[in-house]
């Protein structure tokens, strides 16, 4: 008597969760080390910690204001939700972190399930998703869960659209968009959901007729109205740095390729990482030689894509899907205080981790002429490369043990000199906080050493000077952060009050006066306070 169908379906899904099941106890012990690690105060953690809406769990504060320059309500309410139960304790944190990690597993093994009937692509990508050293930055780092958490929204969405296209059911419809809304709430990228669903419209050889785009609407309407959101809270913050002031049209055009090459090569090669990708300083108007190469290499990327044969599609596809994910953080217009961050990569890699996939399966089937007798190498190659990301992300989760630990490897990397300042410039604050100033003064003359136009290091050094009762040593260094950014509401500030304590007090006021007129609320409070 043949078996039923019941049956069928029971043997089918067994290798699949014993498959999902392995891969989710190996992430575990490759992200284990991540639970123990501390809060990164100065670098963005204790910015959530200690605010007082997250502390007081002001819930619609959440949804009307902005923090850190972005708007993440559902990230910042899950962080309030951690605080009210466990307070400044880390482990509770970075566990929320791993468990939302490993959420995000299970629904790209289902996603991929849907896209490729084929097992082993699907545990190929879902297996690269989970231990990929670059995704180390998106667990490890406490103030990145709006990353996991907008990815889990993204991926549920994509999954109940592509149940829509199979049965049209208005259901599935709304609940992603409704997935997809929720996504926004999360994290500013979601908001290329829309591009990717007209992606998946294409993959799966849906016409493009007018009901396609009917649906789309309400998708774009509204990506555009958070990505408005995004952009407000970016410029609010001062965190957009609009290129046009530094760089030529052809110099971004440049960066723009450049960080897609980054990328690429870090996917197959995650070597020398990094907590800070600082922009390039241009030296006789041209930017740094890798910039230029990464031309070179772009236009044989794009060349060999075009000639990719029979898995065009595939290959087309799974491009498409990183680019379109990545785009609005790649510094064309606009960015954030750093070119580059591995988070960036935590969704969209999925689209090369998936043309690896198909890259495997066709050796193994044979149907790749060239590679067709080398199987059992490419079976090495590939475990060997395993085995290397695993070990990489392990010791990289060390690297994020605390803020010490992570901006030294910054410094030690020694990636181009921008970098390292930028380094010595947040180990010079970290350490301010702990109140060691003889060690932040050491750290922001660094700084000043490898850029001497960072301003943001004048400042904060005459900070430190005034701190160790070195009033003229602040003032001047104020005085050099004003000269290099006249309208630096903090540095004219800071520079009232070395003033004040040098007893000039008629300097001091016309300072916070100045900084008032810039918006500068504690300003505005000293002078209201002082001088009246």
């Not at 999902?20 to 080390?33: D, E, H, K, P, R």
């Not at 419209?201 to 785009?213: C, E, G, Q, S």
């Not at 043990?401 to 010079?428: L, P, Q």
Request: proline residues 3%; charged residues 15%; aromatic residues 16%.
């Amino acid at each position: 008597m043949p078996p039923s169908n019941e049956n069928n379906k029971n043997t089918n899904k067994k290798p699949r969760l014993i498959s999902l099941t392995v891969i989710l106890l190996f992430t575990i012990i490759i992200f284990s080390n991540s639970i123990n690690n501390e809060i990164l105060f100065g670098w963005d953690d204790g910015e959530y910690i200690t605010n007082d809406d997250i502390q007081k769990f002001n819930f619609r504060e959440f949804f009307t204001t902005y923090y850190l320059g972005m708007y993440q309500p559902l990230a910042v309410l899950s962080l309030s939700i951690n605080y009210t139960l466990s307070q400044a304790n880390p482990a509770p944190y970075h566990t929320i972190n791993l468990l939302l990690h490993l959420l995000n597993i299970g629904l790209v093994f289902l996603l991929f399930l849907m896209i490729k009937k084929r097992i082993e692509v699907t545990i190929i990508v879902t297996l690269l998703f989970a231990i990929h050293p670059m995704h180390v930055e998106a667990v490890s780092w406490i103030a990145t869960r709006s990353n996991s958490l907008y990815s889990v929204f993204y991926l549920a969405s994509l999954i109940f659209y592509l149940k829509f296209l199979r049965n049209k059911t208005v259901i599935n419809f709304l609940l992603s968009l409704t997935f997809f809304i929720l996504s926004c709430f999360s994290k500013s990228m979601a908001v290329t959901l829309p591009v990717i669903l007209i992606l998946f419209d294409y993959f799966h050889k849906r016409k493009f007729d007018r009901k396609a785009i009917f649906e789309k609407i309400p998708f774009f309407v509204i990506s555009l109205i958070f990505g408005y959101i995004s952009i407000n809270a970016a410029t609010e913050y001062g965190h957009i740095k609009n290129l046009n002031v530094e760089y030529t049209i052809i110099d971004r055009v440049v960066m723009f390729i450049y960080s897609i090459v980054f990328y690429l090569v870090k996917l197959f090669a995650p070597v020398n990482l990094s907590a800070v990708y600082a922009y390039p300083i241009k030296e006789a108007g041209l930017l740094p030689w890798q910039y230029y190469f990464g031309l070179v290499v772009f236009i044989f990327l794009v060349f060999n894509i075009a000639k990719s044969g029979k898995n065009k599609k595939d290959v087309y596809f799974g491009m498409l899907f990183f680019l379109l994910a990545i785009l609005v953080v790649l510094p064309l217009v606009w960015s954030r205080m750093l070119m580059l961050a591995d988070r960036y990569t935590y969704l969209p890699y999925l689209g090369i981790f998936y043309i690896i996939g198909q890259f495997y399966i066709r050796i193994m089937d044979g149907d790749h002429k060239l590679l067709r007798n080398y199987k059992i190498p490419v079976i090495i190659v590939f475990i060997a490369w395993f085995i290397f990301l695993s070990a990489t992300a392990y010791q990289r989760n060390i690297v994020w043990k605390n803020a010490i630990t992570m901006i030294t490897d910054v410094i030690e990397k020694d990636r181009s000199d921008v970098d390292v300042s930028i380094g010595y410039f947040f180990r010079g604050n970290i350490r301010d906080l702990n109140r060691d100033y003889k060690g932040a003064l050491v750290d922001f003359n660094e700084a000043i050493k490898l850029n001497p136009y960072y301003t943001m290091a004048y400042n904060n050094r005459g900070i430190i000077r005034g701190s160790m009762q070195d009033f003229n040593g602040a003032l001047v260094d104020f005085n050099k952060a004003i000269e290099l950014e006249p309208g630096y509401a903090d540095a004219i500030y800071n520079r009232g009050n070395a003033n004040y304590y040098l007893n000039r007090f008629e300097e001091a006021c016309n300072d916070w006066q100045h900084a008032t007129n810039l918006g500068s609320k504690q300003a505005e409070v000293i002078l209201n306070k002082y001088c009246k």
